[in-house]
């Protein structure tokens, strides 16, 4: 029989030349992980040195066009009862360690989403996910996908029950243009190898292919990927809103309003995402309908900052929604107009959302 963990915590991360964010990653980790391991795919800076400088153990791989197989690698060699998953280019908040210490203390018998919020400013603004990066260390949990890898299916199929948290991981990978132009650029290279002999391809693998390509400001190709990920879905899962959240983006982009008011969703408004709310608002708006459109921008402005598929930065989207909201003033009322552009500016500069009492001291009383 194998030897059993005997230790609380494994990190387990992959990288490639990341010598200029690893010892981040890693310092900020050592509070909690009582192990950790770095699995290198192929690097040719100081990243294997740094890892072992920061106490890591190093694990060689030979890249092979598939993150789940290089994040397994790990998984196969971590020792401990609970398996915590990074990125070179993330890092643990201080709040972040002592909220993992009291999930740890509990049973291995669950996962855990963290927040993965995208961020240039420490945390401030930026999109967040909701992703699992905190599960029990068991040999059936392992990762599925080449791209954007998850354990999400192996969890479902153990029935492993998954919470939701509060605790925050800060990425700062695709904060640069570039950097995220050339791992876009691989990623839609390695999800085409994937797809390319598939007649029934996964609606994620759709979606994950829809968004390289979006990134890439391939958007009439984006478009189409989103849509057929949309109808393989059908009416329901989040995968399919996040699909016609998306068809949306892409059609603002093609300034094509009028066909994003073809993809209103059956829940009501309410419950939309945020951005579906947007794109609907500045269509009517588009439309002449400027009386509806500013009752749907108000409820983006109204949204609690949930994490949802896509991913989103709740600031910019309410600072969008309210720029959106002036523009329907601008004729009418050109005072209110004006307040609502500073409010947006100042969302932005303070990196802070837009709330209701922001609003009640523009517009006065509802």
Known sequence: MPKPPDLSLSLVLIAKNEAAFLARCLDSAKGVASEMIVVDTGSTDDTSDIAQSCGARVLNFKWCDDFSAARNEGLEAARGRWILVLDADEYLPEASISALHTLIDGPADRAYHLLNKSSSD??????VGKIVRLFPNRPEIRFEWPVHEQVVTSLNRAGVPIHDTSIEIIHTGYSSPEINAAKQERNLRI??????????????ALFLQGGALLDLGRISEALEFYRRCADLTAVTGGVA???????????????RPSDILTLLPPEPPADWHPEMLLYVGEALIHAGRAEEGVNFLGLGLASENRALIPAYDPVRVKARCAMAMAGAFEKSNIQLAVGLLKLAAASIQQGREITPADLEALLGPA
């Open 122 to 127: 420490g945390g401030k603004t930026g999109m």
């Open 241 to 255: 809103h996040g699909a016609r959240v998306r068809m949306a983006t892409c059609l603002a982009a093609l300034k």
């Open 191 to 204: 999800l085409e190898k994937a797809n390319a002999n598939d007649p029934d391809p996964h609606p994620m």
